[in-house]
Each structure stands twice: as C-alpha cells, then as structure tokens.
C-alpha cells in the first residue's frame, strides 16, 4: 500500500477514534487537507483522494462527536512556503504557484497556524464540519 494511503487516510482516522476518547465537551479536532482536491493537478490523483477522504471523515465525526460539542473542521492550504512544498520544485514552479492566489503570494506557516488558532478558541465553537480553505484567494 501506498505510504501517502497510510499517512494521509489511516493517521488522521485512527487519531480521531483515540483522541475522541479523551476530549472533554466543547474540545477540537482539526484536520488538514489541501486546495489540491479542487485544483485536480496531474499527478496528484493519489493525494488529492486521500485528501478528500480526511474532508468526508471530518464531516462523519462531526455527527459521531457533535453530543459531545466536539468540533471538527479541516483547514486546506494552498500553496505555503514550506520545505515540504519547495522541495523537487524549480524556482521558476515556485514562481508559478506565488502568482496563482489572488493575493500573490505564498502562504506563509503562521498564516495558516491563525486559522487553526481560531478554529480552537471560543469564538469558533459553531463552526463544525466544514473545510476551511487559507489559500490567499486561490479559486
């Protein structure tokens, strides 16, 4: 089996069961997935899937956890300067990907760990079963 399989679908699903158990009410899982299972680039057929898989487990566990006010949500970044990201691209892709969101540039980390934050405070508390894109306009 592919790893991307394992990583991707097993991980978040099994830690979701497990991590189910010990939340208190009101607690938070969030996921991550990705802009790529909209954008359906070539040769990203495998991750795109496995990704689409996380977004439909975080709306099943929405109904599994929602008696216990236990949020669930996804965030899907698009294009964010990472090393995962740059790594295997040429400066000229790199280029090419800053220039697709309508803000023009890549995502940085902390833009997407704001989103993250704010899906585990208070002030998210209604917000449930829904992916979240932080792709700076990238539609």
């Not at 009101?26 to 299972?37: L, V």
């Amino acid at each position: 089996m592919d790893p991307a399989f394992i990583l991707n679908i097993y991980c978040p699903y099994f830690a979701m069961k497990k991590v189910a158990n010990y939340l208190s009410n009101g607690g938070r899982i969030i996921n991550f997935s990705t802009k790529i299972t909209e954008l359906l680039l070539p040769s990203y057929s495998l991750y795109a899937a496995t990704k689409g898989a996380v977004e439909q487990m975080t709306r099943v566990f929405v109904k599994e956890l929602g008696s216990k006010k236990i949020t669930v949500n996804a965030v899907a970044p698009g294009p964010t300067e990472t090393e995962f990201f740059t790594t295997g691209k040429t400066e000229e892709q790199i280029q090419a990907y800053s220039k697709m969101p309508a803000l023009q540039r890549l995502g940085q980390p902390n833009d997407i760990a704001k989103v993250v934050a704010f899906l585990c405070s208070d002030d998210s508390e209604w917000i449930s079963g829904q992916t979240i894109f932080a792709n700076g306009g990238l539609v």
